[in-house]
């Protein structure tokens, strides 16, 4: 038997998520790392969760723009340079975040991973 039936369907479920799914899904984990950083801001471990957060956002937005930067890349161009204007945004406020900690600094890059998750989706994003 498995030690944890939960973790089999999840990986099972990953496998068949289709591309915008997926994406969706790495989206909000990266907000939700972001978010649980800035609900525990004063936690022992927030330089170390931060890090973490951090690191995890950047190798997400990597992975979108050397996709987005191939030639071959199926989506409308003028699409394609939109979000890599947004990712060298996401990257800029990331560095700033690294430089100067600040829990009011990791909202943007939250809703920009919210939204753009919502919308792979097809929902709408509630914002506070």
């Known amino acids: 038997m498995y030690s944890n039936p939960l973790a089999v369907y999840e990986q099972v479920d990953k496998m068949t998520m289709s591309g915008r799914q997926l994406e969706a899904e790495v989206l909000s984990k990266a907000a939700g790392k972001l978010k649980k950083c800035q609900q525990n801001w004063n936690a022992s471990d927030r330089e170390q969760a931060l890090e973490e957060a951090l690191s995890y956002n950047q190798r997400v937005w990597s992975v979108f723009q050397d996709e987005l930067s191939r030639e071959d890349n199926p989506m409308p161009k003028e699409l394609r340079r ?15 975040i690294i430089a100067s900690p600040s829990p009011d600094r ?7 991973n919210e939204n753009l998750a919502a919308g792979l989706r097809g929902s709408a994003v509630e914002n506070e």
């Open 106 to 112: 990791l909202s943007a890059v939250i809703r920009i």
């Open 82 to 96: 939109d979000i890599l204007r947004l990712s060298a945004f996401v990257d800029r406020r990331i560095f700033n």
